[in-house]
C-alpha cells in the first residue's frame, strides 16, 4: 500500500504549505491595519525633526510652536482635520505662496500635483520654501504613519503625551506641569 502512504504524505505536504501560506500572508495584512508599524512611525518621527527639518516650523510637537524664529509660522498639525491621502499631499506638493515647502522632487516638473509646473507657478506669483530634502513616497509614508499615530487628533501636548512621544521624560517635557 505505498500509493496510499504517498498520497497521504502528499495531503499531509499541501495542509502544511497551506498552512504556512495562510501565516505568511496574514502577517502583512495585519501590518497594514488601525495601527501602522511601529518602525514606520519611528521613521517618520525622525524625518520630522531632522531630514525634512518640519519641526524648524511646525515646533518639535507638531502644534505650531515653531524652533526657528527665523522660520515662517507652520501649521499646528495637531489639529488638522485632513485626512490620510490629504496630509501626504500636503506634504509631497506643498502649499504654493503659504510657505510649506513641496518634498516630492517632482512635484512642480511632471504635472502631479495640480498638473502645475515651476513655470505655472511663476507667473501666478506663488513662490515656494526649499525643502530641507526631498522624500521619497516612502519616507512620506512614514511621515503620515508617525503623524496619524502621534499627532493628529492627540489634543494639546502635555506632560504625560510628552513622555509618551519621546519615549521617557526628557528635558522638553519639564515645560509642561505635572
Ligand atoms: C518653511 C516652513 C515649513 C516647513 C519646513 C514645513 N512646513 Fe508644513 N506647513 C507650513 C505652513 C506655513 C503650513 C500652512 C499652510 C497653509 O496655510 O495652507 C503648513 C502646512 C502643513 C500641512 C497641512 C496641515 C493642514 O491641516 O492643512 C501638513 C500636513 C504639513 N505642513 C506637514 C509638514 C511636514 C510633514 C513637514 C516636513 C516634511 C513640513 N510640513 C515642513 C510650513 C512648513
Redesign the pocket.
Given at each position: 500500500m505505498a500509493s496510499t502512504g504517498r498520497a497521504r504524505r502528499w495531503r499531509f505536504g499541501a495542509v502544511a504549505f497551506a498552512a504556512a501560506w495562510l501565516l505568511l500572508t496574514a502577517a502583512p495584512a495585519r501590518a497594514q491595519g488601525n495601527t501602522p508599524d511601529p518602525q514606520s512611525v519611528a521613521e517618520g518621527m525622525r524625518?520630522?525633526r531632522q531630514k525634512?527639518?518640519?519641526q524648524?516650523?511646525?515646533g518639535w510637537a507638531a502644534d505650531g510652536r515653531k524652533m526657528d524664529n527665523q522660520?515662517?509660522?507652520?501649521?499646528n498639525?495637531r489639529t488638522?482635520?485632513?485626512g490620510r491621502a490629504?496630509?501626504i499631499r500636503?506634504?509631497k506638493c506643498g502649499?504654493p505662496g503659504?510657505?510649506?515647502?513641496a518634498?516630492d522632487r517632482l512635484a512642480y516638473s511632471d504635472g502631479r500635483c495640480n498638473d502645475t509646473t515651476e513655470a505655472d507657478l511663476r507667473k501666478s506669483g506663488l513662490a515656494l520654501?526649499d525643502?530641507?530634502a526631498t522624500?521619497q513616497a516612502r519616507e512620506i509614508e512614514a511621515?503620515a504613519d508617525f503623524?496619524f499615530e502621534k499627532v493628529i487628533g492627540k489634543g494639546p501636548m502635555d506632560r504625560a503625551k510628552c513622555a509618551e512621544y519621546w519615549g521617557s521624560e526628557v528635558d522638553a517635557c519639564r515645560e509642561f506641569p505635572k
Open positions: 524625518i520630522f525634512g527639518d518640519c524648524s516650523c511646525h522660520m515662517p509660522d507652520g501649521a498639525l488638522s482635520r485632513l490629504a496630509i500636503a506634504i502649499r503659504r510657505e510649506m515647502p518634498f520654501p525643502p530641507a522624500l511621515l503623524l
